[in-house]
């Protein structure tokens, strides 16, 4: 898409806003084009039949407002002429003017009338097209690769849509209900200028629309650059303060309060300073747009007055231009604003179209079928990958997960397990060697299939603001109530929603905040036995509990995974004793396997982290039962030191 095509997938900032995974701005006319579609919508008749009444409606509203001056003019001569004869308020001549002034006043409501009637059009054809656009953009979204979510910023990316809504309006209603009647008025005005007086006069009006338009179009696109900078200034203030707000809690722990709001401010001073100027910018331009047309205005004013007294022209001839070039002047005011707008509204949606622009890392074939799921039997034949050429994670890697079977991933950070887990779900496509379930490649079929066969209990579990209820069936929408709790009562979740005031219309917060990392889990794991998927992953799903939860969540978990292919990424290894098969990463690389007593035997890699973290356990019961016994002398009041919270 011209300037907005995206090469590569690195981080970068744009004019348009700073936006931090996206690497480019559509130019002014493919936006033009992108939003077409968006105006003129296929498969909505309606629709288009509505912006045809609108076109429709707004010829005729300028030709009433052409007709109006010509009135005025009209009224003018005949009173000027026929005043001095007028029998009396009741007569024949008065009656006339009356009907004239009478005339000029229902233009002047007619064409208010009409130009609401074509806005009244507009509006829905206007809000479809919002509507059409933030859809697309958020499916758009949901379909990008984990790389671009990885790098984006949501503050700034939550502005950009916020902003390209407000642009698509823009465009359509400065565009479409301003710019084409304000051209279609100028050239019906010169029509009349030629028509009752000389080209001399249209000459005049040409040369002060043209010099009025240059102007205004010099002094926005100065401003323009002015509103860039704002733009980008309000996603970094904005960016800063959603960042601040998600890691409330770690803000707390640092005491970090006075450094957040520095930051915050830093960003928000240079707001105001390009705010300020933003202003001052605008003086400037009304001035100068109001010393461009009162020139012209004069001008052509002093010709009718002249002709009036060599008697070529008459006093409705004097008024009626006077009236026009107020009338004109109105649309033209407007249309500094206009085009400011117009090119505001295109800055907006340079970035949104870029977005759009945006192709995913990871892509379905063409006629991809979907994975049949048979037994579950995944296997990694040679595999290699690597997030960037220059960092290579793992190094032809095989290994297989029999059908039914458990099967551990243990090894050292940064040894490459939860990037396998990625490889599986393929967030991410390997650079050599073959990923298979049940013998298919699972680059050969549908994302979504591959998906829905594979459910994942995280390490770090992140709810939707909502319900609990809401968070359990988000692992199938469509689950019954009684099903929901079906599920919750095996993740040993139900008898602890029961307690809640509001039960399974618990409220968790954000990200799930309001609830234990216990609870959070069980909400997870529940919500995967409600999936049902034939295959699962357990990324490391205990780690960050504390021993007794961990025995507990351990237990739901080996009930969940009976009868399933399963795939556990473990850091603590007396949770993964009982698998048929571990596998032991490092540096990216398969160095041993086999069951957990054939590795200790082995006295290898994995006896040795087995013998680092039983020392540890043994230092933390030890320390444990002195405290016990410190609180039994007398020398410890209880809670002054808890273990394992």
């Given at each position: 898409?011209?300037?907005?095509?995206?090469?590569?997938?690195?981080?970068?900032?744009?004019?348009?806003?700073g936006?931090?995974?996206?690497?480019g701005r559509?130019?002014?006319?493919t936006?033009?084009?992108?939003?077409?579609?968006?105006?003129?919508?296929k498969?909505?008749?309606?629709?288009?039949?509505?912006?045809?009444?609108?076109?429709?409606?707004?010829?005729l509203?300028?030709?009433?407002?052409?007709?109006?001056p010509?009135?005025f003019k009209?009224?003018?001569?005949?009173?000027?002429?026929?005043?001095?004869?007028a029998?009396?308020?009741?007569?024949?001549?008065?009656?006339?003017?009356?009907?004239?002034?009478?005339?000029?006043?229902?233009?002047?409501?007619?064409?208010?009338v009409?130009?609401?009637?074509?806005?009244?059009?507009?509006?829905?054809v206007?809000?479809?097209?919002?509507?059409e656009?933030?859809n697309?953009?958020?499916?758009?979204?949901?379909?990008?690769?984990?790389?671009?979510?990885?790098?984006?910023?949501?503050?700034?990316?939550?502005?950009?849509?916020?902003?390209?809504?407000?642009?698509?309006?823009?465009?359509?209603?400065?565009?479409?209900?301003?710019?084409?009647p304000?051209?279609?008025?100028?050239?019906?005005?010169?029509?009349?200028?030629?028509y009752?007086?000389?080209?001399?006069?249209?000459?005049?009006?040409?040369?002060?629309?043209?010099?009025?338009?240059?102007?205004?179009?010099?002094?926005?696109e100065?401003?323009?650059?002015?509103?860039?900078?704002?733009?980008e200034?309000?996603?970094?203030?904005?960016?800063?303060a959603?960042?601040?707000?998600?890691?409330?809690?770690?803000?707390?722990?640092?005491?970090?309060?006075?450094?957040?709001?520095?930051?915050?401010d830093?960003?928000?001073?240079?707001?105001?300073?390009?705010?300020?100027?933003?202003?001052?910018?605008?003086?400037?331009?009304?001035?100068?747009?109001?010393l461009?047309?009162?020139?012209?205005?004069?001008?052509v004013?002093?010709?009718?007055a002249?002709g009036v007294?060599?008697?070529?022209?008459?006093?409705?001839?004097?008024?009626?231009?006077?009236?026009?070039?107020?009338?004109?002047?109105?649309?033209?005011?407007?249309?500094?604003?206009?085009?400011?707008e117009?090119?505001?509204?295109?800055?907006?949606?340079?970035?949104?179209?870029?977005?759009?622009?945006?192709?995913?890392?990871?892509e379905?074939?063409?006629?991809?079928?979907?994975?049949?799921v048979?037994?579950?039997?995944?296997?990694?034949?040679?595999?290699?990958?690597?997030?960037?050429?220059?960092?290579?994670?793992?190094?032809?890697?095989?290994?297989?997960?029999?059908?039914?079977?458990?099967?551990?991933?243990?090894?050292?950070?940064?040894?490459?397990?939860?990037?396998?887990?990625?490889?599986?779900?393929?967030?991410?496509?390997?650079?050599s060697?073959?990923?298979?379930?049940?013998?298919?490649?699972?680059?050969?079929?549908?994302q979504?299939?591959?998906?829905?066969?594979?459910?994942?209990?995280?390490q770090?579990?992140?709810?939707?603001?909502?319900?609990?209820?809401?968070n359990?069936?988000?692992?199938?929408?469509?689950?019954?109530?009684?099903?929901?709790?079906?599920?919750?009562a095996?993740?040993?979740?139900?008898?602890?929603?029961k307690?809640?005031?509001?039960?399974?219309?618990?409220?968790?917060?954000?990200?799930?905040?309001?609830?234990?990392?216990?609870?959070?889990?069980?909400?997870a794991?529940?919500?995967?036995?409600?999936?049902?998927?034939?295959?699962?992953?357990?990324?490391?799903?205990?780690?960050a509990l504390?021993?007794?939860?961990?025995?507990?969540?351990?237990?739901?978990?080996?009930?969940?995974?009976?009868?399933?292919?399963?795939?556990v990424?473990?850091?603590?290894?007396s949770?993964?004793?009982?698998?048929?098969?571990?596998?032991?990463?490092?540096?990216?690389?398969?160095?041993?396997?086999?069951?957990?007593?054939?590795?200790?035997?082995?006295?290898?890699?994995?006896?040795?982290?087995?013998?680092?973290?039983?020392?540890?356990?043994?230092?933390?019961?030890?320390?444990?039962?002195?405290l016990?016994e410190?609180?039994?002398?007398?020398?410890?009041?209880?809670?002054?030191i808890?273990?394992?919270?």
């Amino acid at each position: 898409m011209g300037q907005g095509h995206i090469r590569g997938h690195g981080a970068r900032n744009t004019p348009a806003g700073g936006l931090v995974g996206i690497s480019g701005r559509a130019d002014h006319w493919t936006v033009f084009k992108e939003l077409v579609p968006f105006v003129w919508p296929k498969g909505r008749p309606d629709l288009r039949a509505q912006v045809v009444a609108a076109f429709c409606v707004l010829v005729l509203a300028k030709l009433v407002t052409i007709a109006v001056p010509i009135l005025f003019k009209g009224a003018t001569d005949w009173l000027t002429e026929n005043a001095p004869a007028a029998n009396g308020p009741g007569g024949t001549l008065a009656l006339v003017a009356t009907l004239l002034i009478l005339a000029y006043g229902a233009g002047r409501v007619l064409m208010m009338v009409l130009n609401q009637i074509r806005d009244l059009f507009f509006t829905k054809v206007g809000q479809h097209a919002v509507r059409e656009l933030n859809n697309r953009t958020f499916q758009h979204l949901h379909r990008l690769s984990l790389r671009f979510h990885l790098e984006r910023r949501t503050g700034g990316l939550s502005r950009v849509i916020e902003r390209a809504a407000r642009g698509v309006e823009l465009i359509i209603r400065m565009g479409l209900l301003q710019l084409a009647p304000t051209i279609l008025e100028l050239a019906l005005v010169c029509a009349v200028l030629l028509y009752y007086f000389n080209w001399i006069y249209v000459a005049v009006v040409l040369l002060t629309v043209a010099a009025y338009m240059w102007f205004t179009f010099a002094a926005s696109e100065w401003r323009i650059a002015i509103r860039r900078e704002m733009n980008e200034s309000d996603n970094d203030a904005n960016t800063k303060a959603i960042d601040s707000l998600l890691n409330f809690e770690t803000v707390k722990y640092f005491g970090n309060e006075a450094m957040e709001s520095r930051r915050f401010d830093s960003a928000m001073a240079r707001y105001e300073q390009a705010a300020i100027r933003t202003y001052y910018s605008l003086g400037v331009l009304n001035s100068g747009q109001s010393l461009i047309f009162t020139i012209g205005m004069t001008i052509v004013m002093w010709l009718a007055a002249r002709g009036v007294m060599e008697g070529t022209h008459t006093v409705g001839d004097f008024v009626m231009i006077n009236a026009m070039m107020i009338q004109l002047y109105m649309p033209l005011n407007f249309m500094g604003m206009v085009y400011r707008e117009i090119k505001q509204g295109l800055v907006d949606l340079e970035t949104m179209f870029a977005l759009l622009d945006e192709h995913p890392e990871v892509e379905d074939k063409p006629g991809a079928p979907a994975l049949a799921v048979t037994r579950g039997n995944i296997r990694f034949d040679k595999v290699s990958f690597a997030y960037d050429p220059e960092r290579q994670i793992l190094h032809d890697v095989s290994f297989e997960v029999p059908a039914g079977k458990m099967v551990a991933i243990v090894g050292p950070s940064g040894a490459g397990k939860s990037t396998i887990s990625r490889i599986l779900f393929r967030f991410y496509d390997i650079q050599s060697g073959r990923v298979t379930i049940d013998g298919q490649d699972i680059r050969d079929v549908t994302q979504a299939s591959l998906r829905s066969a594979i459910g994942v209990v995280p390490q770090d579990t992140v709810l939707f603001n909502d319900t609990i209820l809401y968070n359990i069936r988000y692992g199938r929408p469509s689950a019954k109530d009684a099903e929901v709790k079906e599920a919750a009562a095996l993740a040993q979740i139900d008898e602890f929603i029961k307690t809640l005031p509001d039960g399974y219309g618990t409220m968790v917060g954000e990200r799930g905040l309001k609830l234990s990392g216990g609870e959070k889990q069980r909400v997870a794991i529940a919500r995967t036995i409600l999936k049902g998927p034939p295959i699962l992953m357990l990324d490391e799903a205990t780690s960050a509990l504390d021993s007794h939860t961990e025995k507990e969540i351990q237990d739901a978990l080996d009930r969940v995974a009976e009868n399933r292919t399963t795939l556990v990424i473990a850091h603590r290894l007396s949770t993964i004793v009982h698998a048929d098969n571990i596998l032991v990463l490092e540096k990216g690389r398969l160095v041993e396997q086999g069951t957990h007593a054939e590795l200790i035997a082995k006295d290898g890699l994995y006896a040795s982290l087995w013998n680092r973290q039983r020392q540890a356990e043994k230092a933390r019961e030890e320390l444990a039962q002195a405290l016990e016994e410190a609180q039994k002398a007398g020398a410890l009041l209880p809670g002054d030191i808890r273990i394992g919270e």
